[in-house]
């Protein structure tokens, strides 16, 4: 049976250490801010809100929202976005997508701050991740995913690591990120050809499919090191992950659930970004 990669004890051990630096923050009379901008009423934007503004509760950073109505311009939200890069008390932003249709997404995200961006949206985040350069910040999600890999002391050097998916959000960030541990990186997607024979290959398995349960049995063999980023809703209504679990927990040596695995570290990350950016500002 696999070992289960828990991600509450990444986030406990992350949480303490974003303590540690707010309380210097704090010490100089500054409260890290997180400015969130949400446009219209979806609801996993709101629950990712939730959860995010509760994590900041918990960790005392603060934050402020911006609620736009759902068919708000182009015009009205540059505003906003240009208010929070000049307001000096916000050091981080996060800005919900997508944005409804009649707006041009790549313009408003780039109009944002980069040394705000703590969601690694702007062009400007993602030149900073694949060029390994302190240019903004990486994106949450394939952040979490190295959070976790360090925590449970996941030696990357020398290794072959395949992240199945290619996005901007997850696939080709962490990609740079494991070539930046040393591993030998292979992106497959879905022209990959025989792509069950290219996995089982890979010593680290990073999922980012967008589809329940694409990975199973047959992808996988005895050592490797799955990390599923997948959040599914199965037949059953139960959230479930990329790879096919059972399955996967009876072959490989470790593993992360879903829930409680990679998803559960992404809102501390978030977090941790905020102080980051003020730190970088005033310390």
Request: glycine share 10%; net charge negative; charged share 25%.
């Amino acid at each position: 049976m696999a070992r289960q990669l828990l991600g509450k004890e990444v986030t406990a051990a992350m949480n303490e250490k974003i303590k540690e630096n707010v309380a210097r923050l704090k010490e100089k009379g500054i409260t890290p801010t997180l400015g969130i901008i949400r446009v219209g009423e979806r609801e996993d934007d709101i629950s990712y809100e939730r959860g995010a503004t509760k994590r900041c509760e918990t960790l005392g950073v603060a934050y402020e929202k911006f609620l736009l109505p759902q068919d708000v311009t182009e015009e009205e939200l540059l505003k906003v976005i240009r208010q929070v890069n000049e307001n000096d008390n916000i050091h981080g932003v996060l800005l919900f997508r997508p944005l409804p249709k009649h707006l041009n997404e790549e313009k408003i995200i780039n109009a944002l701050d980069f040394e705000k961006d703590v969601d690694g949206i702007t062009d400007g985040s993602l030149a900073g991740v694949f060029a390994g350069k302190k240019q903004g910040f990486p994106p949450c999600t394939p952040q979490g995913c190295m959070e976790i890999l360090d925590y449970y002391g996941i030696d990357c050097t020398g290794k072959k690591a395949v992240v199945v998916g290619r996005s901007l959000v997850v696939g080709k960030p962490a990609a740079m990120m494991l070539l930046k541990k040393n591993a030998t990186v292979t992106v497959c997607h879905t022209r990959t050809v025989d792509m069950p024979s290219v996995v089982k290959e890979a010593d680290i398995v990073i999922v980012a499919a967008g589809k329940a349960g694409v990975v199973d049995g047959s992808y996988l063999r005895p050592g490797q090191v799955v990390i599923d980023v997948g959040i599914n809703v199965n037949e059953e209504g139960k959230l479930c992950g990329d790879v096919k679990y059972d399955e996967a927990e009876a072959i490989v040596d470790a593993i992360t659930p879903v829930p409680g695995g990679a998803g559960s570290v992404t809102t501390s990350v978030l977090v941790g970004h905020v102080v980051e950016a003020a730190m970088r500002k005033y310390l």
